[in-house]
């Protein structure tokens, strides 16, 4: 399986980045996506979660109503669409499987031990 996210870069706060994950090597909709972030000097964060079908999405509180998850099961991509951006959302963001912790239902969950399966990150950095 593979994981390669794209997408990262310099933004100024405020403005916008768009985040893409692409997944080879499974069948991409039968399995639950999610982002993930580092920032230095920081322990890894959940950011946002999506179910295989795309009818649940969740946000950790930091990012709720600036960030947007979705996916296009067709491409077997992901996509992590940011706005508002803030300095203190500058970290290496990470696409993950989410294969386990579902039990057969289109749920995701932000459990670490709940993905297999990530890339190998992207850089965004939000500074003047």
């Known amino acids: 399986v593979q994981v390669v996210e794209s997408g990262g870069g310099l933004v100024q706060p405020g403005g916008s980045l768009r985040l893409s994950c692409t997944v080879s090597?499974?069948?991409?909709?039968?399995?639950?996506m999610s982002w993930f972030r580092r920032a230095p000097g920081e322990a890894r964060e959940w950011v946002s979660c999506?179910?295989?079908?795309?009818?649940?999405?969740r946000y950790a509180d930091s990012v709720k109503g600036r960030f947007t998850i979705s996916r296009d099961n067709a491409n077997s991509t992901l996509v992590l669409q940011m706005n508002s951006l803030k300095p203190e959302d500058t970290a290496v963001y990470y696409c993950?499987?989410?294969?386990?912790?579902?039990?057969?239902?289109?749920?995701?969950?932000?459990?670490?031990?709940?993905?297999?399966?990530w890339g190998q990150g992207t850089q965004v950095t939000v500074s003047k």
């Open positions: 993950a499987v989410n294969d386990r912790g579902q039990r057969g239902a289109d749920i995701c969950t932000s459990f670490d031990w709940a993905h297999q399966y």
């Open positions: 090597g499974l069948t991409f909709d039968d399995v639950a």
């Open positions: 999506i179910s295989r079908s795309a009818s649940v999405s």
